[in-house]
């Protein structure tokens, strides 16, 4: 299984940047990482997702190490409306396997 | 991005029976995806329905409780059949987004077996 590695919940100060981090170390070659975010139990979001360069959209900026074994999801500024569950996911396919995800919460 | 609405959006059904969800996307897709959420716990793929294929289940999951329709581009149903309190979930399906692999989720289907 494409299982990742995710803490449990992270706090952030509203304004400040909010690093999530990513445990991927059995990922292979051809896989991408996806970052996808829920909202009270809404559908996923999705966010951002890249192969092995760093990547940077409207919404988060995506950090992967040079071996590919880890990511960081970055919302450079964090606004009480990105309190959510992050799912960070490696697939080379349209099979997702969701982990547990990091439940984070933006304080005032 | 694909917008994606699923009916119901809610319901309480009594144990034993079924119920049909339904999704319907505004674009044509060829890859449609089921999910389950239960309570407190991440998603599941149940399926993944193709427009003129059979669906194709994951482990854990079979056809005759979770039958799947998927008779055009931009429309499919999941069935829970002969409900048990245990079948209560999210169910969410999914569509093939514009990149690598990515997916756009509706909005669920909450479901309460009594």
């Known amino acids: 299984d494409a299982k990742t590695t995710q803490p449990p919940s992270m706090d952030c100060a509203e304004g400040r940047a909010a690093n999530l981090p990513c445990n991927h170390s059995?990922?292979?070659?051809?896989?991408?990482v996806y970052w996808y975010r829920q909202i009270h139990s809404q559908g996923p979001q999705y966010i951002i997702h890249?192969?092995?360069n760093n990547e940077t959209n409207e919404m988060a900026s995506l950090i992967i190490t040079e071996d590919r074994k880890s990511s960081t999801l970055i919302l450079p500024h964090a606004t009480l409306r990105d309190t959510a569950v992050y799912y960070c996911i490696y697939t080379g396919t349209y099979k997702y396997i969701f982990g547990t995800g990091t439940r984070l919460k933006v304080l005032a | 991005s694909a917008v994606i609405s699923q009916k119901p959006s809610r319901d309480i059904c009594q144990r034993g029976t079924s119920l049909t969800i339904q999704c319907q996307v505004d674009?044509?897709?060829?890859?449609m995806f089921w999910y389950r959420q239960q309570p407190g716990q991440s998603l599941t793929l149940i399926a993944t329905a193709n427009q003129g294929s059979e669906a194709t289940y994951e482990s854990g999951f079979v056809i005759d409780k979770f039958p799947i329709s998927r008779p055009n581009l931009t429309f499919s149903t999941l069935t829970v059949s002969n409900m048990s309190p245990e079948d209560s979930s999210i169910y969410l399906c999914s569509v093939e987004g514009l990149a690598q692999e990515t997916q756009y989720f509706g909005p669920g289907t909450r479901l309460l077996v009594l």
């Open positions: 674009s044509q897709v060829t890859m």
């Open positions: 890249g192969l092995k």
């Open positions: 059995t990922i292979s070659g051809n896989e991408y």
